[in-house]
């Protein structure tokens, strides 16, 4: 009689938005314990957060290590065929017996790489134990550093992938008392117009690589406009 095949567990492993001390002991523990990581790394060669906040707390040498690079793009054959790599290499340890820890900055449930990787392990191989470790968001993160609460009683918060859709900018700011735009480096402009039409302009702020050595903070958005901001920057607007 076979004996069942049993698989190793992947494990959504949240580390917090760039501090590494911004870590649960529970995704330590684990990251410690799972003798797979699987973390996301840069086409140039540079350690993204993720991975430097791995560093702190394993030792490399005694880890699979699979780096794995997300092609920044919106072709769908290209993503179909990073995703299935990535499913691949994440299954050639998981069906081995070994878990596997994927790290993801900030929570593995929020805007995460790690959402499109378990739907498609599920997919292709139903029989894995899925797990996901909360962890720090950047919103959180961005809170904190402008020392600025987010909600507060019945107040309404937005988390809003900043667009260039300038009506739902505008819808979003209308029915929550406080937005934050995720990505907005790459609409900045177009959010300060909208800001501008609703006289909301000198309520926004700006936070880039929240609580990494590399944060910048801006508490008057106004400050930014015409310029070039970082990918990982986010907009806070409090009426």
């Given at each position: 009689?076979?004996?069942?095949?049993?698989y190793?567990?992947?494990?959504?492993?949240?580390?917090?938005p760039?501090?590494?001390?911004l870590?649960?002991?529970?995704?330590?523990?684990?990251?410690?314990?799972?003798?797979?990581i699987?973390?996301?790394?840069?086409k140039?060669?540079?350690?993204?957060?993720?991975?430097e906040?791995?560093d702190?707390y394993v030792?490399?040498?005694?880890?699979?290590?699979?780096?794995?690079v997300?092609?920044m793009?919106?072709d769908p054959?290209?993503?179909?065929?990073?995703?299935?790599?990535?499913?691949?290499?994440?299954w050639?340890?998981?069906?081995?017996?070994?878990?596997?820890?994927?790290?993801t900055?900030g929570?593995?449930?929020?805007?995460s790489?790690?959402?499109?990787?378990?739907?498609l392990?599920?997919e292709?191989?139903p029989?894995?134990p899925?797990v996901?470790?909360p962890?720090?968001?950047?919103?959180?993160?961005a809170?904190?550093?402008?020392e600025?609460?987010?909600a507060?009683?019945?107040?309404?918060?937005?988390?809003?992938?900043?667009?260039?859709?300038?009506?739902?900018?505008?819808?979003?700011?209308?029915?929550?008392?406080t937005?934050?735009f995720?990505?907005?480096a790459?609409?900045?402009d177009?959010?300060?117009?909208?800001?501008?039409e609703l006289?909301?302009?000198g309520?926004?702020?700006v936070?880039?690589?929240?609580t990494?050595p590399y944060?910048?903070?801006?508490?008057?958005?106004?400050?930014?406009?015409?310029k070039?901001?970082?990918?990982?920057?986010?907009?806070?607007?409090s009426?």
């Amino acid at each position: 009689m076979l004996e069942p095949t049993v698989y190793g567990t992947l494990y959504g492993v949240g580390v917090g938005p760039g501090d590494p001390e911004l870590i649960t002991i529970k995704a330590c523990r684990l990251l410690r314990e799972c003798p797979v990581i699987a973390y996301p790394a840069t086409k140039k060669g540079g350690k993204s957060y993720a991975q430097e906040i791995v560093d702190v707390y394993v030792n490399a040498e005694e880890k699979i290590m699979l780096g794995l690079v997300f092609p920044m793009t919106k072709d769908p054959v290209l993503l179909e065929n990073s995703w299935n790599r990535t499913a691949e290499l994440c299954w050639n340890e998981l069906k081995q017996g070994k878990d596997v820890a994927f790290v993801t900055e900030g929570d593995p449930n929020l805007y995460s790489t790690f959402i499109h990787l378990a739907r498609l392990m599920q997919e292709l191989h139903p029989g894995v134990p899925i797990v996901s470790i909360p962890g720090i968001s950047s919103v959180l993160g961005a809170a904190a550093a402008l020392e600025q609460p987010l909600a507060d009683g019945n107040q309404r918060v937005g988390i809003i992938p900043a667009t260039d859709d300038r009506e739902a900018l505008k819808e979003a700011l209308l029915h929550h008392d406080t937005v934050v735009f995720l990505k907005v480096a790459k609409v900045l402009d177009l959010v300060l117009d909208v800001l501008d039409e609703l006289g909301l302009s000198g309520k926004a702020s700006v936070v880039t690589k929240v609580t990494s050595p590399y944060e910048a903070v801006w508490h008057d958005a106004r400050e930014l406009r015409g310029k070039e901001l970082e990918y990982l920057s986010l907009m806070v607007v409090s009426k």
